[in-house]
C-alpha cells in the first residue's frame, strides 16, 4: 500500500509563497497520479492541483491557476505544490491524495490513498 505524509504548511501574510510536499512510502511504484484537494472551515474538499507520477501532465483548478505550480521528484517519490501570491481565502487544509490510474481526475472518490493533511493559513 502507499502512506501519504504531507509537509510546509504554515501561517504566512497575504502574497506570500508557501511549499508543500507530499512524500510516498511503501508501493510507491504504484502511483499513477497525484492529486492535492484543500478543505476550508464549512466547505467541501475541493480539487487543487494534479500530475501524473511518470509523465510530464498536470492540471489545475480554476481558482488557483497562474499561482500554484504542482511537481514531482521521483527519485525522492514526492510531489510538491508550490503555491504564490496567496490568498485568505485559500486557508484551508491541503491533502495530497494518490490513485492508480494516470488521468487526473478532481473528485475525491477517485483517489484513494489519502495523507492526513496540512494546515495553511494565510493573513490578511
Known amino acids: 500500500q502507499v502512506q501519504l505524509v504531507e509537509s510546509g504548511g504554515g501561517l504566512v501574510q497575504a502574497g506570500g509563497s508557501l511549499r508543500l510536499s507530499c512524500a510516498a512510502s511503501g508501493r510507491a511504484f504504484s502511483i499513477g497520479a497525484v492529486g492535492w484537494f484543500r478543505q476550508a472551515p464549512g466547505k467541501e474538499r475541493e480539487f487543487v492541483a494534479g500530475?501524473?507520477?511518470?509523465?510530464?501532465?498536470?492540471y489545475y483548478a480554476e481558482s488557483v491557476r497562474g499561482r500554484v505550480t504542482i511537481s514531482r521528484d521521483n527519485a525522492k517519490n514526492t510531489v510538491y505544490l508550490q503555491m504564490n501570491s496567496l490568498k485568505p481565502e485559500d486557508t484551508a487544509v491541503y491533502y495530497c491524495a494518490a490513485r492508480r490510474g494516470t488521468m487526473i481526475l478532481s473528485r475525491e472518490s477517485d483517489y484513494d490513498r489519502w495523507g492526513q493533511g496540512t494546515q495553511v493559513t494565510v493573513s490578511s
Open positions: 500530475i501524473r507520477w511518470s509523465v510530464d501532465m498536470t
